[in-house]
Structure formats: structure tokens, C-alpha cells
């Protein structure tokens, strides 16, 4: 049982470069949520999904898509990178309330 | 909008003095209250969800209660091994797919001193 896998682990892009950061949990859960996380800031949410074909926006979406076309996937697309989108990125799965997500070990992206 | 503050930001203890972290909240209507531990360079892990006023949840040297406004999270007699960041998030009870969300608060970095 892997949990939540991201990859790459660490990442670093030139500006206006677009990648995707991938996401794969096997616990068939249906809650899905994509963060980042800044010194100072803690974790801020940018998209979410409740099940597959049904995402939503968080706190701090621009710059960013996503889409779910299975339970198992949840992508998320940079589409021109800037400096300002340097942090680590953290993917995380739930069933729903009360058991919390359990989130992957993070991907470390870096744009120049 | 939900908002969450933990202090304090760091705590140096000694092994086996005993502490409390805080966590203050603002949410609507409170679905769930969580704790998590995150280790550097690793995702949160999960340790706790709190969901009324007067609960409690123990884990080994944990306890996390819950009031109307805040939550802290007591730790006896820490160990090295208990060092880390400790995050406190919440969730709002909402009619849409936001009542998933979590909003979390900045952590406390605890280090515990053999």
C-alpha cells in the first residue's frame, strides 16, 4: 500500500515553462486536494476534487489547472511558470470527515 | 473566511518537560478540527480530528482537546523523537464540496533538547 505517491521530487524550471506535477493515490479515495507550502504561510489550498470529473478552486488557483479523470489521478498543470510559483508542493487523498487526508511526501519546485 | 493562529511559532523544551501548543480558530460552523505532525522535508501525518467542544483524543504522549474557540495540543513528558512542526487545520461546515476543505494554520516548530 504506497498511500499518496507525487513525482517528481524535486524540480527546477525556467520561467514561462510549463510541466505537470503528478499525483497518484491507491486507498480508492475520493477526496482529492492539491497544496503548496511557503516559509510563513502554511499551507494554502489551490484546487480540490471530490471525486473523479469534479474539481474546484481553492485559496490560490491562478497559474495552475487540474483535472480528475480517475479516482486514482489528480494532476496538476503549471501552465508558464513564474518565480513566484517556487515552493513545495504537496498532494494529499481522504475518504471524507473524520479520517483527514493523507498526504504525499512533496515535490520541491524551483523557477528561475 | 475561516482563519486559523498557532502559537507559539517555536518551543524549545527540555526531554520531559511537559508544554501545551495553542490553536485559535474562526470557522461558520466547525466540521472537523485536525492535527498533524509534519517531519523536515516530508508531508503532514496525520494524528488527530476533533470535532466538539470538551473532546479529547490521546495518542502516546498526545493529548489534543477542543473548546468553542481553540485547541491545543499537550504534550507529557516529549522525547527527541517528538521534535517537529505540529500543524492545526479546520474545516468549515458547508452546504457545498468546500465543507472538504481544510485551512490550516502556520505550525509550531517544537524541539525537544535531550
Not at chain 1, 503528478?22 to 494554502?44: F, T, V
Not at chain 1, 513566484?84 to 498532494?91: A, K, N, R
Not at chain 2, 493529548?63 to 474557540?69: E, I, M, P
Request: proline fraction near 6%; glycine fraction near 10%.
Amino acid at each position: 500500500n504506497a498511500g499518496v505517491t507525487q513525482t517528481p521530487k524535486f524540480q527546477v524550471l525556467k520561467t514561462g515553462q510549463s510541466m505537470t506535477l503528478q499525483c497518484a493515490q491507491d486507498m480508492n479515495h475520493e477526496y482529492m486536494s492539491w497544496y503548496r507550502q511557503d516559509p510563513g504561510m502554511g499551507l494554502r489550498l489551490i484546487h480540490y476534487s471530490v471525486g473523479a470529473g469534479i474539481t474546484d478552486q481553492g485559496e490560490v488557483p491562478n497559474g495552475y489547472n487540474v483535472s480528475r479523470s480517475t479516482t486514482e489521478d489528480f494532476p496538476l498543470r503549471l501552465l508558464s511558470a513564474a518565480p513566484s510559483q517556487t515552493s513545495v508542493y504537496f498532494c494529499a487523498s481522504s475518504p471524507g470527515t473524520p479520517r483527514g487526508y493523507t498526504f504525499g511526501s512533496g515535490t520541491r519546485l524551483t523557477v528561475v | 473566511e475561516d482563519q486559523v493562529t498557532q502559537s507559539p511559532e517555536a518551543l524549545r523544551l527540555q526531554e520531559g518537560e511537559s508544554s501545551s501548543l495553542n490553536c485559535s480558530y474562526t470557522v461558520s460552523g466547525l466540521r472537523g478540527l485536525f492535527w498533524y505532525r509534519q517531519d523536515p522535508g516530508k508531508g503532514p501525518e496525520f494524528l488527530f480530528t476533533l470535532y466538539s467542544a470538551g473532546e479529547e483524543k490521546e495518542k502516546e504522549r498526545l493529548k489534543a482537546t477542543l473548546t468553542k474557540k481553540e485547541s491545543f495540543l499537550h504534550i507529557t513528558a516529549p522525547k527527541p523523537e517528538d521534535s517537529a512542526t505540529y500543524l492545526c487545520a479546520v474545516q468549515a461546515d458547508r452546504w457545498d464540496f468546500g465543507n472538504e476543505k481544510l485551512t490550516f494554520g502556520t505550525g509550531t516548530r517544537l524541539t525537544i533538547i535531550p
